[in-house]
C-alpha cells in the first residue's frame, strides 16, 4: 500500500462524477460465515474501501454508537487465521483504531494481522499528539485520517494540525455519534471549504447518520463532500440476514455513482 492509494480511489471517484463509499464492517460479525460473504459482497459491487476496528479491549468512546458498540460485543471469537483471510479481501482498508490497540506509538496492542497493509488508520478517539502516530504509520505506507465535527463553526488549532499531518481523506462526521446525523447539507459545505483552505489536496468523506439511499443522493447532490462511510447501517442491515444486506447495499452503491 502507498499514502495515495485512498486517494486514488476516492479521487478517481469524484473524476467519474460519483461518490466514494465506504464500508464499515467488523470482522466475526454477526459471524465469520456472513462476515466474509458481506466482505466479498462489497468487493463485488465495486465498494471502494472498508473500514474495520483494531481493538485490544471493549472499550471505546461515547462518539461510539449503539449498534456498532454491539457487533464490538457480539462478534465471534478472534481467529487470526479468519481475520487473515478475511483483511486479505480487502485491497484498500481503513483501520478504526481503538485506545486499546495503539496505545502509543511505540505499542500496538491488537494483533498484528490487524496493522499489515492498511492504507490508513482512524482513530475513534483523537490521541493528544498526532506526529509521532503519523511518522509511525509513515514507515509501513500508510497515513493518519483526520477526523473533524461537520457540526462545528470553524477549524480548530487541533484540527488545523490534524489536517496538516494527515492523509488519505478527511472524515468528517455529521453527528455527536456513529448512526446519529446532526448536520446539514450546508454544514457539509462549510467544513469541506474549511479543510481545503487548509489541504485543498484531501477529499472529505462525510459519516455518522447515514443510512438510506436518499440519505447519499441528497450529499452526492450537495458537493459537500467526496464520498459517504457508513457503518451503523451496514451492521443492522447485515445483523438481518445477507438478503437485507444486499438489496440494501445495493441500492447505496446505485445512489452514490
Known sequence: MTPSRLLDVIGGRAKRGGLAVGIYLVPGFPDWDTSIEALELCLSLDVDFIEFPAISDPEWSPRTGQMIARALQEAEPYSEAKATSWLLRAPVRVAVVYGSAWPSPGTWSAPPTLRAGVSGYLFESDPSDIAPYALAAAE??????????ATASGLSDGDRHLIARGGGFVYASLGPETGTRAASP?????????VQSVRPDLPVCAAFGISRPADVEELRGSGGCDGVVIGSAALARLDEGMPSFTAWLKEIVTAAR
Open 140 to 149: 509501513e505506507g500508510a497515513v493518519i485520517i483526520p477526523a473533524v465535527d
Open 186 to 194: 450546508t454544514d457539509l459545505q462549510r467544513k469541506r471549504a474549511e
